[in-house]
């Protein structure tokens, strides 16, 4: 099942975290998997509908404990559960055609099933968000520096702004410089000032399969947040959010240094999410945007294999 642009919605559930908790028999640590179900059907091992539904099933479950409700994981799979409830009862006809004890939950129960989590889940969601926005701040240790921040901070010949988006230099080598929002000017322990914002990161930067299919000069807002030293930071680049950036591009930039976004990153469940309300850049720093000529819109599948991708993760 691919959504509008072409991406699996499958793709993002091939890589789930363990579960062990769910699982009473030790000796089933390897959790089960769509992997696992495709070679049990090729096996012909499956003899009834209810047994490869529990093992379908199991994969979903463990797709949304595993993940937050606002992820791509989890609304992936919720939309594969309600799609694969569709398909089972229009290829059984409800029981015309085939009868069995799986087609006693369908897409009702499931719904009743999601509001009671939800319920449950999204309070505890949002106290965790809560503490690690204040975890952050008392970490960093933020002391805001006194600059007029309307008319920015001046480095070598380049005046930066808050909601800049600038190139900062990589910590690898191997790789491109970061993309990071100047989202304040703070000063540190020498008084120096120094920027805080946000990465943006580039698909190579992210855990992904290497089915995955990305826009050319695609970029994702991350959760990573942090200072950065006015030396390090290599000039200015551009990101515009995807409904924007086939009509127009900024004036001002070259086209090597525009970017598209159109989701967010979290970097703890390694997971996608559909950004809904752009807010970049904020008010008082805006570009003139220009018409530009018809741009087309290809997905391409992912150069980055994924010992490459685990190992940027972990370094």
Not at 30 to 44: C, M, V
Not at 123 to 152: F, L, P, Y
Not at 160 to 178: N, Q
């Amino acid at each position: 099942r691919e959504d509008d642009s072409g991406r699996c919605y499958s793709d993002s559930l091939m890589e789930l975290p363990c579960d062990e908790s769910s699982s009473t028999d030790v000796n089933l640590k390897r959790s089960l998997s769509f992997d696992i179900i495709r070679y049990n059907l090729e096996k012909g091992r499956y003899k009834r509908l209810d047994r490869f539904q529990d093992d379908m099933f199991s994969v979903f479950d463990r797709a949304k404990r595993t993940s937050k409700l606002d992820s791509e994981v989890y609304e992936d799979a919720v939309d594969l559960q309600m799609f694969f409830i569709s398909k089972r009862d229009d290829l059984c006809k409800f029981g015309d055609v085939l009868m069995s004890p799986a087609l006693n939950f369908g897409q009702k129960q499931l719904v009743k099933q999601l509001e009671g989590e939800r319920r449950t889940r999204i309070i505890i969601e949002a106290q965790e968000d809560v503490e690690m926005k204040q975890e952050t701040v008392d970490n960093d240790n933020i002391a805001a520096a006194d600059i007029d921040s309307d008319n920015g901070v001046r480095f070598g010949n380049v005046i930066y702004k808050i909601g800049d988006f600038v190139y900062v230099e990589s910590t690898a080598a191997s790789l491109p410089p970061h993309i990071v929002t100047v989202d304040r000017f703070i000063k540190d322990d020498n008084g120096d000032i120094n920027v805080f914002g946000c990465f943006y990161y580039r698909p190579q930067e992210t855990f992904h399969l290497k089915t995955r299919k990305f826009l050319e000069k695609e970029v994702f807002k991350s959760d990573n947040t942090g200072q950065i030293k006015l030396s390090s930071i290599l000039g200015k680049c551009y990101v515009m959010f995807v409904r924007d950036y086939f009509k127009y591009k900024p004036q001002g930039f070259n086209d090597k240094d525009v970017f598209v976004c159109e989701s967010r990153y979290s970097t703890k469940a390694k997971s996608f999410k559909k950004i809904k309300v752009w807010n970049e850049p904020p008010p008082g720093n805006t570009i003139d945007l220009v018409e530009r000529d018809p741009h087309c819109h290809v997905r391409e599948l992912s150069v980055y294999s994924l010992p490459l991708m685990m190992k940027l993760n972990n370094s």
